[in-house]
């Protein structure tokens, strides 16, 4: 009877172990993915809005050198390294909204292009900068109205997308 009693404690601690008491959630991995995207493309544009706002301050060299060193920082990162990870995913349409992506894809490439571009151009001439202030301004609000905002929903997407349109195309002014 013992031996019965241990057997069935011993195949029910099993089972609980095997089925029932996991630690992950059901269905978290979605979560999951389309927090850590979110998270990396906010700070993304965070980190663009910084370089903006510092490039918007410059009146010397010396300002310029330190909005220099934030620009190579971030030309160094690989800043779509999540993005392409997210993407090889089942949840990048839930994480966002299909009409949306084109366009989160060219603006996370023209980024690190626009800012190459800023630095070649400033090396030059520092008066390029100085020239350029008010256009570094409007990105940077443009980013910040974007900035936050759900890129999952069709209504958020209707809201957000001409903005990102907007912001696409002061990028790729020159």
């Given at each position: 009877?013992?031996?019965?009693?241990?057997?069935?404690?011993?195949?029910?601690?099993?089972?609980?172990?095997?089925?029932?008491?996991?630690?992950?959630?059901?269905?978290?991995?979605?979560?999951?993915?389309?927090?850590?995207?979110?998270?990396?493309?906010?700070s993304d544009l965070f980190q663009f809005?910084?370089?903006?706002?510092?490039?918007?301050?410059?009146?010397?060299?010396?300002?310029?050198t330190y909005a220099e060193g934030m620009?190579?920082?971030?030309?160094?990162?690989?800043?779509?390294?999540?993005?392409?990870?997210?993407?090889?995913?089942?949840?990048?349409?839930?994480?966002?909204?299909?009409?949306?992506?084109?366009?989160?894809?060219?603006?996370?490439?023209?980024?690190?292009?626009?800012?190459?571009?800023?630095?070649?151009?400033?090396?030059?001439?520092?008066?390029?900068?100085?020239?350029?202030?008010?256009?570094?301004?409007?990105?940077?609000?443009?980013?910040?109205?974007?900035?936050?905002?759900?890129?999952?929903?069709?209504?958020?997407?209707?809201?957000?997308?001409?903005?990102?349109?907007?912001?696409?195309?002061?990028?790729?002014?020159?």
């Open positions: 009877m013992k031996k019965k009693l241990l057997l069935l404690v011993l195949i029910t601690t099993i089972s609980f172990n095997i089925y029932g008491c996991s630690n992950k959630s059901y269905n978290s991995e979605p979560n999951e993915v389309k927090n850590i995207f979110e998270h990396s493309f906010s809005s910084l370089i903006l706002k510092q490039l918007s301050n410059v009146k010397d060299m010396d300002d310029y620009m190579d920082l971030f030309l160094a990162r690989q800043i779509d390294y999540i993005k392409s990870r997210v993407k090889r995913t089942a949840y990048y349409d839930d994480v966002v909204y299909p009409s949306l992506q084109n366009e989160l894809d060219e603006l996370q490439q023209l980024m690190p292009e626009y800012l190459k571009s800023v630095k070649d151009s400033a090396d030059q001439n520092l008066e390029y900068i100085l020239n350029e202030k008010q256009k570094f301004k409007d990105i940077r609000d443009l980013e910040r109205e974007i900035n936050g905002e759900r890129i999952d929903t069709i209504e958020s997407s209707q809201d957000i997308e001409p903005k990102i349109e907007e912001l696409i195309q002061l990028l790729k002014e020159e």
